[in-house]
């Protein structure tokens, strides 16, 4: 596989991966369950951009234009980045025989991101500690990684 083949499989691998988590959000927000906005994550970088990395809370910090274009950028350039981590971990020879297990494990691993600086820079503390009902929303950051992680394979084995 040449590089630029590669480059490529592995960007839609991350895409894929992320736009399955994103079903996943959907889908909990149909049946009442909250998720992140990603005007907020846009929010938090356009500041952070400025100097400002801690907010208590984002919500009560000055909105930015564009923040919810930015967010989402951004969400799905972590999801390539991600995918390139683990082509790092698993070997190119994951992404010609994706297996379950690499990307499932990666997946839920990458929960460490927001647990120790998203949460924590955007005012909910470390791993949601300061959020109305914090093992909840943990469980479901790992739910939401472990979704990642099936894309992660399901991108590997469609591309593959």
Do not use: K, N
Not at 61 to 80: D, K, M, N, P, Q
Request: one cysteine or more.
């Amino acid at each position: 596989m040449a590089m630029w083949e590669w480059v490529l499989h592995v960007v839609f691998v991350g895409v894929v991966a992320t736009g399955v988590m994103d079903i996943w959000s959907m889908v909990l927000r149909r049946l009442g369950v909250p998720t992140l906005g990603y005007a907020l994550v846009g929010r938090w970088l356009a500041h952070a951009l400025q100097g400002r990395w801690w907010h208590r809370p984002i919500q009560g910090s000055t909105a930015i234009a564009h923040e919810r274009l930015f967010g989402w950028v951004a969400h799905y350039a972590l999801g390539v980045v991600f995918a390139f981590m683990l082509c790092g971990v698993a070997g190119v020879h994951w992404l010609r025989q994706p297996t379950l297990a690499p990307a499932l494990v990666f997946g839920v691993a990458s929960v460490i991101v927001p647990w120790c600086v998203m949460q924590p820079a955007m005012g909910a503390g470390f791993a949601a500690a300061h959020t109305p009902q914090p093992w909840r929303a943990r469980w479901q950051s790992v739910a939401t990684h472990a979704v990642f992680g099936m894309g992660l394979f399901m991108g590997a084995w469609i591309a593959a």
